[in-house]
């Protein structure tokens, strides 16, 4: 959860992530997840607009520690979502599949709701399959997008890309299909694009002009955000002396 | 791990350390000390003195932000690929 405007946040390696709907209250500006999302909430509360941002979290999804869930079959106020089946990349054990989920399972450790633009390395039917879902189109038209992709299934890796259209519904159209088919993709959905557009990584960035508040973010590993861990794997376990045990508790 | 001690070399009260390695020593960041016994303890003084501990593995956590990412651009997409940890 970022919760912050795109450009602004003291972050390398990341991209836009999910739909969201914008919100104001006493002229504080925050955003909410649109569609399932699972992720990281561990925002500045001291922040008024992440405030309000946790308080409608609480209100309208789960918290375990610091994981956020909100399914989207669960909050019926305002949401055209509501008990769809959404496609929804979901990653359980370490792996990510794509697939329509309507309740998110227990066990996920992230999620994150998208468009369906190719499922099983086929091409989907945007009236028969992606509008009933929920979306209108106006979320595909001709502009910068953010999309991920797996390339089997369950992956061990994900694809996240970025991507200008020139058609006007990249569904409709096949544009998008086209692109990944070659790319060797089995299954891809769309995120967010357009005015929250934004990809960093490597020292690159790639984005739209303007500083949009956005939501949720992809953040990616990288060599240079963390140094790895200097240590070897230990080969020494510590035991309990045989002698001198008393008042030594493990745990 | 995390070591409370008891009354002995390291503390004459209490006192809490980190063990960071264990060889023929027990390796030691200890807060209030850079003297060498402290630092390198004898494993006997050491379970002797030790009240608790507390183990801490971040080696998952070391993985995951040190994951590499492979940025490229491939038919006019630019594409990160991030492996699922």
């Avoid at chain 1, 990653?91 to 599949?97: G, H, L, P, Q, V």
């Avoid at chain 1, 089995?186 to 508040?213: C, H, M, P, Q």
């Avoid at chain 2, 209030?32 to 956590?61: C, H, M, V």
Wanted: hydrophobic share 35%; aromatic share 14%.
């Amino acid at each position: 959860m970022a919760n912050q405007p795109k450009k602004s946040l003291k972050k390398v390696n990341y991209c836009n992530a999910n739909f969201f709907g914008s919100y104001d209250e006493s002229k504080t500006k925050f955003t909410l997840p649109v569609g399932h999302l699972i992720c990281d909430f561990d925002l500045d509360l001291k922040d008024a607009s992440n405030k309000y941002c946790s308080q409608y979290c609480h209100e309208r999804g789960t918290f375990n520690g610091t994981k956020f869930t909100f399914d989207s079959s669960k909050w019926k106020y305002d949401n055209k979502f509501y008990n769809k089946a959404l496609t929804t990349l979901q990653i359980i054990n370490n792996k990510a599949t794509i697939s329509d989920v309507v309740t998110l399972p227990s066990n996920l450790s992230y999620a994150i709701t998208g468009i369906p633009v190719m499922l099983n390395g086929n091409d989907v039917k945007w009236k028969d399959y992606v509008k009933p879902q929920g979306w209108d189109g106006s979320e595909l038209y001709a502009t910068y997008h953010i999309f991920v992709g797996i390339k089997q299934e369950p992956a061990d890796t994900i694809y996240v890309m970025g991507y200008k259209t020139s058609t006007s519904n990249m569904i409709y159209s096949g544009e998008v299909y086209k692109v990944f088919k070659n790319l060797g993709f089995r299954d891809v959905i769309k995120l967010d694009g357009g005015g929250s557009y934004y990809l960093n990584a490597a020292n690159t960035t790639k984005a739209t002009n303007e500083n949009r508040r956005i939501n949720a973010i992809i953040e990616f590993g990288s060599a240079a955000a963390g140094a790895s861990c200097p240590y070897t794997e230990p080969t020494v376990t510590l035991k309990k002396s045989s002698k001198n045990t008393s008042g030594v508790k493990w745990v | 791990m995390i070591a409370l001690m008891k009354k002995g070399l390291w503390t004459s009260g209490g006192h809490y350390i980190v063990i960071w390695w264990a060889d023929n020593k027990i390796r030691i960041n200890d807060p209030a000390s850079t003297k060498t016994e402290r630092l390198n303890g004898d494993p006997d003084t050491f379970f002797s003195q030790a009240k608790y501990f507390w183990s801490i593995d971040a080696r998952e956590f070391n993985k995951k932000v040190a994951t590499t990412m492979n940025y490229y651009t491939q038919n006019n997409v630019n594409i990160v690929e991030v492996p699922v940890s």
